[in-house]
């Protein structure tokens, strides 16, 4: 790949990724993304484009807004390079191809529905239905399946009603067997999305990962925030790490077969 080509995804990658933050920002307030022009959610005022350069007016301000000097979140910058990141993984792993941009698409929808769902516990629906529509809508250029572009839709369709039904299962069990929610209608849906993605065998490999990951940030809550073990805690990022090892490359079932 050539390295020209990366560097150009990247600054994509950080430019997209501070429109990002204007949707995790804005959507769950039902505000408009595209108007007004970006401004300090401590004090309103409009920042100017010398201060809405991504990361580097961060550091330059000391992470505080010029105009309040309110502290801004780390957030911003986060989400900035986590998306030059995942834009340069992508585009080195699959090429300039119309792929590309379809999974482009679906790791920055998985971006902002996992920090909308890190921040309040919600996945708005236009992301996780959203996500399923998308998924059928371009499997025939899907190279996760195989034959005609019917086999590859009715491939995709699959994997969406194994991700959104399976799913369904488990929340229904889990309400019947401890009382109370153990995954969200944003997380069912979200699943249905990402099945259509990357089929049925990746919806279980997804469901694998994500449990671990899960488990994994439930002990650290547990050890360093006093957290119980019964708390409830957004499990739509951890769907969403899954995914992108996914559709980064498919793991199937059987690869995760220990033998003895």
């Known amino acids: 790949m050539n390295t020209l080509i990366l560097i150009f995804a990247g600054l994509f ?10 949707c995790i920002y804005r959507i769950p307030q039902n505000k408009s993304i595209i108007w007004p022009r970006s401004f300090c959610p401590k004090c309103g005022k409009t920042i100017a484009w010398y201060d809405n350069i991504p990361v580097l007016s961060y550091i330059i301000l000391w ?4 105009c309040c000097k309110e502290p801004i979140s780390c957030q911003y910058p986060l989400v900035e390079l986590l998306t030059a990141a995942l834009t340069v993984l992508f585009v080195w792993r699959y090429g300039i191809t119309a792929w590309t941009f379809v999974v482009l698409a679906a790791v920055y929808s998985l971006i902002i529905s996992s920090v909308i769902d890190l921040q309040l516990m919600i996945i708005p629906d236009r992301f996780s239905i959203g996500l399923i529509v998308f998924g059928l809508a371009v499997s025939f250029l899907n190279p996760n399946f195989d034959g005609t572009a019917w086999h590859r839709f009715l491939q995709s369709l699959l994997g969406a009603g194994v991700g959104f039904f399976g799913t369904l299962a488990v929340a229904v069990l889990g309400w019947f067997m401890f009382k109370k929610e153990a995954m969200g209608g944003g997380d069912v849906k979200l699943m249905g999305g990402i099945g259509a993605l990357v089929g049925w065998e990746g919806v ?7 449990s671990v990951a899960g488990l994994i940030y439930s002990v650290f809550l547990m050890i360093f925030k006093g957290k119980k073990g019964g708390d409830a805690i957004p499990f739509g990022p951890f769907l969403s790490i899954g ?3 996914n559709l980064f490359y498919l793991v199937s ?7 003895f």
């Open 253 to 259: 079932p059987y690869m995760l077969t220990i033998e």
């Open 13 to 22: 990658g950080l430019i997209f990724g501070s429109f990002l933050n204007v």
């Open 243 to 245: 995914a992108i090892i």
């Open 63 to 66: 992470g505080k807004g010029r």
């Open 204 to 210: 279980i490999t997804t469901t694998i990962f994500a």
